[in-house]
């Protein structure tokens, strides 16, 4: 089972998950994290596994799974996501295993991905007037990318 991995650099990393093992898969998703994990539910089809202290460990912003999760409940957060972010599909019906992400999905996230890389690289020559500034841009980039791929 793929489940995928956002590090805050909007890298997309493949995990490869047990199907069956709810413990495994949790103990996997703990290590790619940096431990304990909160689920967190920006769109019906999908689980996002942040770790439950991020901030407050110090963690940097992820911005991709933060404009992703922003397009997915089409409104800007108040709040920013911190730290490696695992992404799955739901959890079954027990509520214990995580499913595979859709295809559609999975491309959403490579596409965030993509534009988020792509946009703080040209940040590096062409600095936003403030961080207000930088995040809608961000956002409006990711909104106009997802378009052409839902």
Do not use: F
Not at 36 to 43: P, V, W
Not at 66 to 81: G, H
Not at 103 to 117: E, N, P, Y
Request: hydrophobic share 45%; proline share 5%.
């Amino acid at each position: 089972m793929r489940a995928w991995l956002v590090d805050e650099g909007a890298q997309l990393t493949a995990l490869d998950l047990p199907a069956d093992d709810a413990g495994a898969q949790y103990a996997q998703i703990r290590s790619a994290v940096g431990g304990s994990a909160e689920a967190a539910y920006y769109h019906r089809a999908t689980v996002l596994h942040v770790p439950a202290t991020g901030s407050v460990d110090g963690r940097s912003p992820n911005l991709a799974v933060w404009a992703l999760a922003c397009c997915w409940r089409k409104m800007e957060l108040p709040y920013l996501l911190y730290g490696p972010i695992v992404i799955t599909g739901p959890y079954d019906a027990d509520g214990a295993a995580v499913g595979e992400l859709s295809d559609r999905l999975t491309a959403q996230v490579r596409t965030v991905c993509d534009t988020v890389r792509e946009t703080v690289i040209g940040w590096r020559t062409r600095r936003p007037a403030s961080n207000e500034a930088a995040l809608s841009e961000l956002l409006a980039y990711t909104r106009r990318d997802l378009a052409a791929v839902s």
